[in-house]
């Protein structure tokens, strides 16, 4: 009896040393599969990253501070490989090629963006692909736009690479997770005989191990409830690692703030769509989105209204489809869908008057209600282009023929506008270098009192005389300049050379009375018009009172806080105050009574007909009358006729500006003048 009960222990013994050597090797394993595991993953996370931020530095409006973002990402991902080949150099080297490349084309981009002409100032609040689907389809040979098309071609290459090594890193850890899948689990099959034969053994000397003592079997059953909990733990982490690469995989594929599909996803979901509807013959339409003014909302309320209302849109767009469409966020205020096999070019219009219907609905945020437009351009597979990038291209080039056409509307793409988007972008280029090659030029137009013909003053008016195309009226490059940010640069130019021209007047001993100067939107939203001013007055030794500033109502009704504030502040410099085309803009006048206007500037579409045109000439009294019931001066635009002139005297306006009295004419002109009046103000001929 007692041989057995040793051999039974001796049994015991045997049987739970071998368990214990068999879960250490199975744990040590299963630690060296994770170490190299963590590895992998940690330059995966890395490269996606670099890639995301590669992609950003196409998108992004703040190319220079983006780029220190990329190049952060970029050290990051070297340290994480560089831990890759310490942990596993065989698998690194295969990897090696792949690196090598994406650093070459590194260092290349890292030039390129050193480049002065990619500083934010040149970009004027465009990103990369902007820059570029404004015209670089239309082969524009500037060297402005060669040097985009090469960084943007360099950029697209190196995100192929990157694309190219995130799948051999999936593929390497899968491997890993083959290889220590295997003898995972050969051990656990192992360990279960082992434990089975234990178990036999333990029931054969039962009796003989109980008499002994009850200890072994709380130890065998203690280190199956060990071994059961290390492979519970095993595929906890395996699923929480899947979870977070399908995280990471819809990151980078979705826009974080709407949840749409960001400018990547859809590429390549047009890309397959297109390869699709080329082989079965069937049509597309791209609709190109862009909010109309949406810049107003994060300037005047705040880059946090300003998501809410793109979160807000977004899913309104999604609720009102009213048939699967791919629905996409490119990037700040632009959005893309997609119709695949569309059943007609009716079909497209509803869609396109659907999303302009439900845009016009007020969107509520913070208890405010905001009313937004968008204008839209469509490009259809395979009228339009036959490739998705061309096809996109296309819907951005019609996107901008309807802005052109007022907003609030959508236009197909045709040919003309490849043309004409040729023709604008040549124009921006020139219209970049007007300032450094000093191509503008002011002209001054007389302001008299009809009365006497006395002259009061000036308006500064720009004018572009360039070498090739002559002089450029101001219709045609104001509207690019305020598009692109231009305008601030140029309106600064306007500002002070028209104060220095009337300081150098004042200072030779002539009268010119007082310059009227325009100030743009974007100027006053820049928030430095103030400081521009100040700065103007000091250097050019023009008095305050020497200059007049006028602004547009809809620009005051458009960001009234921000607009006040700054009438408020250069009123007190003893500016005047003038709102001009008075009458086109808002029907609320409160602002009148709370603002320092001093002068309301009767627009020329009323004046145009009268006294003929019964309700222009009714809708001229009324705003007359309200002048002088609010103490206001007035003067009438565009007044080319003595019909008019004496209409208006009659009526109570005094004050007129039009070639009647005396066209725009150049400084050396304008100066002419001032020498034929002299001293003191004197008539000026109406043959002007």
């Not at 040097?147 to 593929?171: E, G, H, K, M």
């Not at 690692?241 to 995280?247: E, G, P, S």
């Not at 206001?632 to 039009?658: N, P, S």
């Amino acid at each position: 009896m007692r041989s057995i009960s040793l051999y039974g222990f001796a049994v015991l013994i045997l049987g739970a040393i071998a368990v214990g050597v068999l879960v250490a090797y199975l744990l040590l394993g299963y630690g060296a599969v994770v170490a190299k595991q963590r590895v992998v993953e940690d330059a995966y996370d890395s490269i996606l990253d670099l890639k995301h931020q590669t992609e950003r530095l196409l998108t992004t409006t703040e190319l220079v501070k983006q780029k220190k973002v990329w190049e952060a990402a970029v050290d990051e991902f070297s340290r994480n490989f560089a831990r890759l080949a310490e942990s596993d150099a065989k698998s690194a080297q295969g990897l090696g090629e792949s690196w090598n490349t994406i650093r070459g084309e590194v260092g290349d981009i890292r030039r390129q963006l050193g480049n002065p002409l990619f500083s934010d100032r040149n970009l004027m609040e465009k990103s990369l692909l902007r820059r570029l689907g404004e015209g670089l389809n239309s082969n524009e040979s500037g060297e402005y736009y060669v040097t985009v098309r090469t960084l943007v071609n360099a950029i697209d290459f190196l995100q192929q690479r990157q694309s190219f090594l995130l799948d051999d890193l999936q593929a390497l850890n899968r491997r890993i997770q083959d290889d220590g899948a295997s003898p995972l689990l050969r051990l656990r099959q192992l360990l279960f005989g082992v434990a089975s034969v234990a178990l036999l053994a333990l029931l054969a000397f039962a009796a003989v191990i109980y008499t002994l003592t009850g200890r072994a079997e709380r130890e065998l059953l203690r280190i199956q409830g060990n071994l059961s909990e290390a492979l519970a733990e095993l595929e906890v982490r395996q699923q929480n690692l899947q979870a977070q690469r399908d995280t990471l995989d819809h990151l980078a594929h979705h826009d974080a703030l709407t949840g749409l599909p960001n400018r990547l996803m859809f590429l390549e979901h047009l890309r397959v769509a297109v390869k699709s509807a080329r082989r079965r013959k069937e049509g597309l339409a791209l609709l190109f989105i862009d909010l109309d003014r949406f810049k107003e909302i994060n300037d005047s309320l705040g880059h946090t209204v300003g998501d809410e209302v793109l979160k807000s849109l977004s899913t309104r767009f999604r609720r009102g489809a009213e048939r699967e469409e791919v629905f996409a966020r490119l990037g700040g205020d632009e959005f893309t869908v997609l119709i695949e096999a569309p059943s007609s070019r009716e079909e497209v219009e509803r869609t396109a008057g659907s999303i302009i219907a439900r845009m016009a609905e007020p969107i509520r945020v913070d208890q405010q209600e905001l009313y937004l437009t968008c204008s839209i351009g469509i490009s259809l597979f395979p009228d339009d282009a036959t490739d998705a990038e061309v096809l996109l291209r296309n819907a951005d080039s019609a996107m901008y023929k309807a802005k052109d056409e007022g907003k609030n509307n959508y236009q197909f793409y045709t040919s003309e506008m490849t043309r004409s988007a040729y023709e604008r972008m040549k124009l921006e280029t020139n219209l970049r270098k007007a300032l450094e090659q000093e191509e503008f030029e002011l002209f001054y137009q007389p302001q008299v009192n009809m009365a006497d013909g006395a002259l009061l003053g000036f308006e500064a008016l720009i004018r572009w005389r360039h070498k090739d195309f002559g002089l450029v009226s101001p219709a045609s490059f104001i509207p690019i300049a305020e598009e692109t940010g231009l305008i601030i640069a140029i309106g600064d130019w306007v500002l002070e050379t028209a104060a220095r021209q009337m300081a150098d007047w004042y200072a030779r001993g002539f009268t010119p009375g007082r310059m009227a100067v325009n100030l743009a939107g974007k100027q006053i939203t820049h928030g430095q018009v103030l400081a521009s001013v100040k700065r103007v007055i000091a250097e050019s030794g023009c008095r305050p009172e020497w200059l007049e500033l006028e602004v547009t109502e809809g620009l005051i009704m458009r960001n009234q806080d921000q607009t006040a504030a700054l009438l408020q502040e250069l009123g007190a410099l003893g500016i005047e105050i003038a709102i001009d085309d008075f009458g086109t803009g808002y029907s609320s006048l409160a602002y009148l009574k709370h603002l320092p206007i001093t002068k309301l500037k009767i627009d020329q579409s009323f004046v145009r007909s009268i006294p003929g045109g019964s309700d222009d000439a009714e809708i001229v009294k009324a705003i007359i009358a309200m002048a002088r019931g609010l103490s206001l001066d007035l003067l009438a635009e565009g007044v080319e006729m003595q019909e008019q002139a004496h209409f208006l005297l009659g009526a109570g306006c005094a004050k007129a500006q039009g070639y009647l009295y005396g066209r725009p004419m150049t400084a050396r002109d304008a100066e002419a003048l001032l020498a034929r009046q002299g001293a003191r103000p004197q008539r000026v001929a109406a043959s002007l």
